[in-house]
T-cell receptor, first 115, second 115 residues
Framework: AQSVAQPEDQVNVAEGNPLTVKCTYSVSGNPYLFWYVQYPNRGLQFLLKYITGDNLVKGSYGFEAEFNKSQTSFHLKKPSALVSDSALYFCAVRDKNNAGNMLTFGGGTRLMVKP | DADVTQTPRNRITKTGKRIMLECSQTKGHDRMYWYRQDPGLGLRLIYYSFDVKDINKGEISDGYSVSRQAQAKFSLSLESAIPNQTALYFC??????????????FGPGTRLTVL
C-alpha cells in the first residue's frame, strides 16, 4: 500500500521569506512523487515531479522540492514567497511498480503568504 | 486546465435524487479518472478508465457508477444521492504515451451539495 502524509494543515509565511511545505510518503518500492497546487475555484495544477535522477527537482513558479530517500520525504520549497503563492498544496505518490498510474494524495496544506 | 471541462460546476440536489456529472477532454488522453475532495482528506479515487472498454473501481466506489461514452467523455453518476456525498468532484486525464507520463491533468471541479 502507498500513502502520503502532509503534517501541517496550514503554513503561514511572510512575503519574501522562504517557505517549506512538508510531505512524507510510504511505498513498497521506489516512488514517483508529485506536487500539485489548487487555487480557489480551480482544479489542481501540476507543479513538479520526481521520477528519477537528481534529488532536487525544479518546477513551475519558482518552486522546488527535494527527494530524500532515507527520510522518505519530498518537501516543497521556495526561496522567497509571494502573496500569490497562497493556495492549497497537495503532495502525491505512486509506486513505480504500479502500472495503473494510481496516485495517492495527501490531505493538503494550505499556504498563507501575508504581505 | 481548459482542456478538461466539467459540467455542471455547481449542483445542489436532494437526498435520493439521481445525479450525473460529466467530464470532457480535448487532450486525446486514453486514461480518465474521477476523484472526490473532502477537507483534510485530499483527493480520493472513485473510478478510473484506461480506455472506453476498461473501467475500474477506485478507493471509494460505493454509491457511484461511471460511463465512458467515448475516449473524450467520462461521466460519474450518483444513483441515489446522500448528504455524505457532498464534496468537490474532479475529473482528470493522463496519457502514458507522452513525455508527461505520470502527470495528471485536472478539470475545474464540480461542487455538489446533497441536502
Amino acid at each position: 500500500a502507498q500513502s502520503v502524509a502532509q503534517p501541517e494543515d496550514q503554513v503561514n509565511v511572510a512575503e519574501g521569506n522562504p517557505l517549506t511545505v512538508k510531505c512524507t510518503y510510504s511505498v513498497s518500492g521506489n516512488p514517483y512523487l508529485f506536487w500539485y497546487v489548487q487555487y480557489p475555484n480551480r482544479g489542481l495544477q501540476f507543479l513538479l515531479k520526481y521520477i528519477t535522477g537528481d534529488n532536487l527537482v525544479k518546477g513551475s513558479y519558482g518552486f522546488e522540492a527535494e527527494f530524500n530517500k532515507s527520510q522518505t520525504s519530498f518537501h516543497l520549497k521556495k526561496p522567497s514567497a509571494l502573496v500569490s503563492d497562497s493556495a492549497l498544496y497537495f503532495c502525491a505518490v505512486r509506486d513505480k511498480n504500479n502500472a495503473g498510474n494510481m496516485l495517492t494524495f495527501g490531505g493538503g496544506t494550505r499556504l498563507m503568504v501575508k504581505p | 486546465d481548459a482542456d478538461v471541462t466539467q459540467t455542471p460546476r455547481n449542483r445542489i440536489t436532494k437526498t435520493g435524487k439521481r445525479i450525473m456529472l460529466e467530464c470532457s477532454q480535448t487532450k486525446g488522453h486514453d486514461r480518465m479518472y474521477w476523484y472526490r475532495q473532502d477537507p483534510g482528506l485530499g483527493l480520493r479515487l472513485i473510478y478510473y478508465s484506461f480506455d472506453v472498454k476498461d473501467i475500474n473501481k477506485g478507493e471509494i466506489s460505493d454509491g457511484y457508477s461511471v460511463s465512458r461514452q467515448a475516449q473524450a467523455k467520462f461521466s460519474l453518476s450518483l444513483e441515489s444521492a446522500i448528504p455524505n456525498q457532498t464534496a468537490l468532484y474532479f475529473c482528470a486525464t493522463s496519457d502514458p504515451g507522452t513525455a508527461t507520463y505520470n502527470e495528471q491533468f485536472f478539470g475545474p471541479g464540480t461542487r455538489l451539495t446533497v441536502l
